[in-house]
């Protein structure tokens, strides 16, 4: 069974950034397109960032100039470093294939608050 690991979140200050990771127990990840998704209290999980395999990129309008997602096929490990954080981020982050083929981790929780 794949297992998803994210990790990296926090608490943090609007205008701050933080670096979430990803770890996946397969090597199918890396010929894989990769995504993060968030999941806001009371709203649907949404998709905020791609990567193909190759490493064309891909952001949801509200995270467009902010974020950067970014994988490392040897490592079976994608991330996504996020800048200007706002608190309408917060939420929790999960990573998955694109379209979301495996069972989802626990998420990591980002929190954007003074």
């Known amino acids: 069974q794949v297992r998803l690991v994210e990790s990296g979140g926090g608490l943090v200050q609007p205008g701050g950034s933080l670096r979430l990771s990803c770890a996946a127990s397969t090597s199918a990840f890396s010929i894989a397109n990769m995504g993060w998704y968030r999941q806001a209290p009371g709203k649907q999980r949404e998709l905020v960032a791609t990567?193909?395999?190759?490493?064309?990129?891909n952001y949801a309008d509200s995270v467009k100039g902010r974020f950067t997602i970014s994988r490392d096929n040897a490592e079976n490990t994608v991330s996504l470093q996020m800048n200007s954080l706002k608190p309408e981020d917060t939420a929790v982050y999960y990573c998955?294939?694109?379209?979301?083929?495996?069972?989802w981790g626990q998420g990591t929780q980002v929190t954007v608050s003074s």
């Open positions: 990567i193909t395999r190759s490493g064309h990129t």
């Open positions: 998955n294939t694109d379209p979301s083929l495996y069972a």
